[in-house]
């Protein structure tokens, strides 16, 4: 099996479980589809919407995204095209990376 393929599907397997254990959020298949097109591809739909953030690196970007009612941060690597994490509620944590001061 191709690393870079295990290493997407464990980052995205990733992504999924703190959107359910951060939020109470399960992410679908479909869902996942439609947050990435919303972040790739600028799209909009009814159930998703993704707004950049800032870069917090070359390849790590941090968006807001909402959910299902939900907003959340979330952080998106270019080299791997996949979700990473989605970012606790905490304040703090959220202000860190969206001022740069976050060590990640």
């Not at 990733?14 to 439609?34: L, M, N, P, T």
């Not at 944590?93 to 001061?101: D, F």
């Amino acid at each position: 099996m191709d690393k870079s393929l295990s290493h997407r599907q464990s980052a995205q397997r990733h992504f999924i479980k703190r959107c359910r254990e951060r939020y109470g959020i399960d992410v679908s298949a479909e869902d996942y589809q439609q947050i990435m097109s919303a972040i790739r591809y600028n799209q909009k739909n009814r159930k998703v919407t993704a707004f950049f953030t800032r870069d917090l690196d070359n390849v790590t970007k941090l968006y807001q995204l909402n959910i299902k009612d939900v907003s959340m941060y979330v952080i998106y690597d270019l080299n791997l095209d996949e979700l990473t994490t989605a970012l606790s509620a905490n304040p703090k944590e959220i202000r860190n990376y969206a001022i740069g001061t976050s060590i990640f």
